[in-house]
């Protein structure tokens, strides 16, 4: 089992940015991908949607259209954590962006979670 803690949402204007780090715990050499999704408010477990994947195989990343640009993922070896750098903030950015891990992007939604970090992005 991987625990994954999830930390640096907040409340950021439009426009601005945040950092949002993922620290693993435990079994984390069966890791070989780590990802964000999101879930906006007023949807449910069912309508999370994938952000950002990083493979570590191959350093292969991956991002939803919507965030292309904006976000950039990135892995520190050292700390066993993945961040993810939010830039140019936009409202519908608002949701709470959770931490997966698993066996390569594909496959992440079905990996392990983390609880979770609220991200609001006021107009």
């Known amino acids: 089992q991987v625990q994954l803690v999830e930390s640096g949402g907040g409340l950021v204007q439009a426009g601005g940015s945040l950092r949002l780090s993922c620290s693993a715990s435990g079994r984390t050499s069966r890791n070989n991908a780590m990802g964000w999704f999101r879930q906006p408010p007023g949807k449910g477990r069912e309508d999370r949607e994938f952000?950002?994947?990083?493979?570590?195989?191959?350093?292969?990343?991956a991002y939803a259209d919507s965030v292309k640009g904006r976000f950039a993922i990135s892995r520190d070896n050292a700390k066993n954590t993945v961040s993810l750098q939010m830039n140019s903030l936009k409202p519908e950015d608002t949701a709470v962006y959770y931490c997966?891990?698993?066996?390569?992007?594909?496959?992440?939604?079905?990996?392990?979670w983390g609880q979770g970090t609220q991200v609001t992005v006021s107009a």
């Open positions: 997966t891990a698993g066996t390569n992007i594909a496959t992440l939604y079905f990996g392990s």
């Open positions: 952000v950002a994947g990083l493979d570590f195989s191959d350093g292969d990343t």
